[in-house]
Antibody, heavy 121, light 110 residues
Framework: EVQLVESGGGLVQPGRSLRLSCEASGFSFGDYGMHWVRQAPGKGLEWVSGISWNSGRTYFAGSVKGRFTISRDNARNSVYLQMNSLRTDDTALYFC??????????????WGQGTTVTVSS | QSVLTQPPSASGTPGQRVSIACSGS????????VNWYQQFPGRAPKLLIHSNNHRPSGVPDRFSGSKSGTSASLAISGLRTEDEADYYCATWDDGLNGALFGGGTKLTVL
């Protein structure tokens, strides 16, 4: 079964850091780009970051650039999102998602169930 | 406010055809393919249409997508009560060098 499972969310104070993980199974992880997408409570989807299959290219939304980094370990079938200098407006459900084909263009065809990040003092 | 503009809501009755528009610019829709997602409350999004007008396996042919210039559209024919969900368009933006989602459209089936 093709699956993505996120972990690492939780309650954190503003200014602190958190690292999200996403473990993949059921497909050839190293062949595909991966992304993080978030959804604030009651709001729409916001793309956060993406990484190419070989980590050669990484991309970030303007709202997180300079604060978040994305990485992957193809041997562990995992992608990570390191979130630093967290702000209250980073509070959201964070989804991990797989590229269908061409990076950033073919759509995200597999999604995890998400992990919740709450930034509050 | 999203760079990709969608109507916040749409509605129709069972059996009707409804369309949801997504408006962008030359940097995003104008130069790249558009994808559509369906999301039910409390659930992860699901890829509904990719590459402007292609349906992933398992998506009914009642759903179709199109693109013209800097706009795209999702059409749902033979509307069903189970189609009531949020719908998002998405694409890549060459100027921002990142992906974009539209603000989402809440579809109500009356």
């Amino acid at each position: 079964e093709v699956q993505l499972v996120e972990s690492g969310g939780g309650l954190v104070q503003p200014g602190r850091s958190l690292r999200l993980s996403c473990e993949a199974s059921g497909f050839s992880f190293g062949d595909y780009g991966m992304h993080w997408v978030r959804q604030a409570p009651g709001k729409g989807l916001e793309w956060v970051s993406g990484i190419s299959w070989n980590s050669g290219r990484t991309y970030f939304a303007g709202s997180v650039k300079g604060r978040f980094t994305i990485s992957r370990d193809n041997a562990r079938n995992s992608v990570y999102l390191q979130m630093n200098s967290l702000r209250t407006d980073d509070t959201a459900l964070y989804f991990c998602a797989k590229d269908k084909g061409i990076f950033g263009l073919s759509g995200l065809d597999v999604w995890g169930q998400g992990t919740t990040v709450t930034v509050s003092s | 406010q999203s760079v990709l503009t969608q109507p916040p809501s749409a509605s129709g009755t069972p059996g009707q055809r409804v369309s949801i528009a997504c408006s962008g610019s030359r940097d995003n829709i104008g130069g790249n393919t558009v994808n559509w997602y369906q999301q039910f409350p409390g659930r992860a999004p699901k890829l509904l249409i990719h590459s402007n007008n292609h349906r992933p396996s398992g998506v009914p042919d009642r759903f179709s997508g199109s693109k013209s210039g800097t706009s795209a559209s999702l059409a749902i024919s033979g509307l069903r009560t189970e189609d009531e969900a949020d719908y998002y368009c998405a694409t890549w933006d060459d100027g921002l060098n990142g992906a974009l989602f539209g603000g989402g459209t809440k579809l109500t089936v009356l």
